[in-house]
């Protein structure tokens, strides 16, 4: 199907009793898209007539378990030079338009990771992840793999460029704990019918399974499945040094420190995960040597924000580094412990990191 030249960018997203946050989503992006097509996957509330009041298109798709079907549905359909995908919990903050409207702009000749900022705040503190949702119109440009889908592979296998942006998008639909039980569970019947059925699964496969498992409170079977990732031949870069990261997780919440200590990655310490650094300091800690421990929390504390796998919350984690610090300190100076612990709940009530110089300034008062 030929574009019509007026057709600058095409919304796309999938749904399924998405009422209470629909309109957010078709709203934030209306005044850049060209046409916004929401593929509806069996909603028995009002997603449907309040994407059509926002002027969406609505395909209805019969659900199959496969999110990168359901997402191709609307690619196929998509008229415009680019697409934007979004989901229906998330929407585009008003900075991130004028950004977007200069790449439409521009000839359609590459992909963009944008920045997926997981957030209940308003962007203020949350994870954030970086994720290809904005690439051209092109029919050999389709999403892969029936959970967490995505479209790398097939833009590399296209040779299409992918280039970073700081462009935000906010997430909002891992707010609720209910709700995250409820994505987990369907994930993982979704991931179980994949690893069960192939002998030698996809190492992003097993860690997304760990993922799904360490979310549902199942830490033992996480640890086993993240370990199946990291010890994979083929599991390379961050999917590896991830797999690593999520161990200690796991071995954190099974109160296990001697075993994280095992898991020391072989690149400098500079380079860890923010998140690799907290739990080794923690586990340091709860083996008696203090001083170690605490100069790897305030590795973490000095850790520059980076997109990273797994993604992390840097206010949240740098606040879990303090607070470790105050643990050690406790018993030692507990008027020291006191001022960090303050410190910890004002950074993750104010949505601001916590810098060594306001660590710094808080040791010289102690």
């Keep these: 199907m030929s574009k019509p030249p007026d057709l600058s ?12 946050v629909i309109a957010r989503c078709l709203d934030s992006a209306s005044s850049i898209a060209s046409e916004m097509i929401v593929v509806d996957t069996g909603s028995s509330d009002e997603t449907v007539a309040i994407a059509q009041r926002c002027g969406a298109w609505v395909i209805n798709f019969p659900w199959c378990d496969d999110f990168s079907a359901a997402r191709n549905v609307g690619l196929e359909a998509a008229r415009g030079r680019w697409i934007l995908v979004l989901d229906a919990d998330e929407y585009l903050p008003k900075a991130s338009l004028t950004a977007l409207q200069a790449l439409i702009d521009g000839p359609p000749d590459c992909a963009y990771h944008l920045l997926n900022t997981s957030s209940s705040d308003g962007g203020k503190t949350g994870m954030v992840g970086k994720i290809v949702r904005f690439f051209p119109n092109l029919p050999e440009i389709r999403f892969e793999w029936h959970v967490h889908e995505q479209v790398v592979t097939s833009l590399n ?37 994949i690893t069960a059925s192939d002998p030698d699964p996809h190492p992003m496969a ?12 199942r830490i033992s079977e996480a640890l086993d499945f993240y370990r199946r990732c990291a010890d994979s031949p083929v599991a390379v870069g961050g999917v590896a040094h991830g797999a690593r990261v999520r161990m200690a997780t796991c071995l954190a919440a099974l ?57 992390y919350d840097p206010v949240r984690v740098k606040a879990r580094c303090v607070m470790a610090m105050a643990k ?12 960090l612990l303050k410190l910890a709940a004002a950074s993750i009530q104010q949505g601001r990191e916590i810098t060594p110089a306001n660590l710094g300034f808080l040791m010289g008062q102690a």
């Design 9 to 20: 960018l095409s919304l796309v997203l999938i749904a399924k009793n998405e009422a209470p």
């Design 328 to 339: 050690a300190f406790e018993k030692s100076n507990i008027q020291l412990a006191l001022g």
């Design 206 to 217: 097993l860690f997304l399974q760990g993922g799904a498992l360490l979310d549902l409170g």
């Design 255 to 311: 109160k296990k420190p001697a075993d994280i200590l095992a898991l020391l990655p072989p690149e400098p310490p500079a380079h860890w995960h923010p998140e690799m650094l907290l739990h080794l300091g923690e586990a340091l800690i709860q083996t008696d040597r203090t001083e170690e421990g605490v100069n790897f929390l305030g590795l973490g504390l000095a850790s520059e924000n980076r997109v990273l796998i797994p993604a």
């Design 157 to 193: 296998r296209a040779g299409v460029p992918i280039r970073d942006t700081s462009i935000e998008i906010i997430h909002t639909g891992y707010s609720s704990p209910e709700i995250n039980a409820a994505k987990q569970e369907r994930n993982l019947r979704i991931l179980e019918k």
